[in-house]
């Protein structure tokens, strides 16, 4: 039972333009939702973090928005830069458990 | 500030035989958890620790996996006997309190033939 969906796999960018990243959850306890992002032979470092109470956050280049009434997430990365490119994990909080469940991932390429 | 530690950084065994892994955590960390990532998915967590008590081992496999917690510092995660399916890349990362920003270690990633 897949509770954080990545439906994307993988996602290619031109440099400079903007990267939308998406993510779909099911459980309504959720109350908080990160982005991690991972370089290859490196363990995942946490990117930027939303709480179910708000809708947006944003810092520097990246943006990430909460639809709570559609269980869905995206962040936006603008504009996007080669170093970007990674696999970026979203993660949700269990509200009731304190545990973090991981999404699959989506490998964002940004293209010079 | 020092990361997250890990050893090995690779290792490849033959099913049925064993494995251990260490991690050595941001000092100052309370809590420390055990990830499985296999190719393709997420991080799974095996195992979660507040100082040196278990918070979380309901995805552990305990009739082949075990984990310890020493002092409530270092940390060693072991797979006795190994499955192929056990083939994955072992995450630690600590924080310093539950749940609270997760830092993680380069992992080891396992090879079972």
């Known amino acids: 039972d897949q509770q954080v969906k990545q439906n994307s796999p993988s996602l290619s960018v031109q440099e400079g333009r903007i990267s939308i990243l998406n993510c779909d959850y099911t459980?309504?306890?959720?109350?908080?939702f990160l982005w991690y992002k991972k370089y290859p032979a490196e363990g995942p470092t946490f990117l930027i973090s939303i709480s179910s109470i708000k809708d947006k956050n944003e810092d520097g280049r990246f943006t990430v928005f909460l639809n709570k009434s559609a269980k869905h997430l995206s962040l936006h990365i603008v504009p996007s830069q080669p170093g970007d490119s990674a696999v970026y994990f979203c993660?949700?909080?269990?509200?009731?458990?304190?545990?973090?469940?991981f999404g699959t991932g989506t490998l964002l390429a940004v293209q010079p | 500030e020092a990361g997250v530690a890990q050893s090995p950084r690779y290792k490849i065994i033959e099913k049925r035989q064993s494995v251990a892994f260490w991690c050595n955590p941001i000092?100052?960390?309370?809590?420390l958890y055990w990830y499985q990532q296999i190719l393709g998915q997420g991080p799974k967590l095996l195992i979660q620790f507040q100082n040196n008590g278990v918070v979380d081992d309901s995805q552990l496999p305990k009739d082949r996996f075990s984990a310890e917690r020493l002092k409530g510092v270092d940390s060693t995660l072991k797979i006795q006997p190994a499955k192929l399916e056990d083939s994955a890349v072992y995450l630690c990362?600590?924080?310093?309190?539950?749940?609270?920003?997760?830092?993680f270690g380069s992992g080891t990633q396992l090879s079972v033939l």
């Open positions: 000092s100052g960390h309370a809590t």
């Open positions: 993660a949700a909080k269990d509200g009731a458990t304190n545990k973090l469940i």
């Open positions: 990362a600590s924080s310093l309190d539950t749940w609270e920003k997760l830092f």
């Open positions: 459980n309504s306890m959720f109350d908080y």
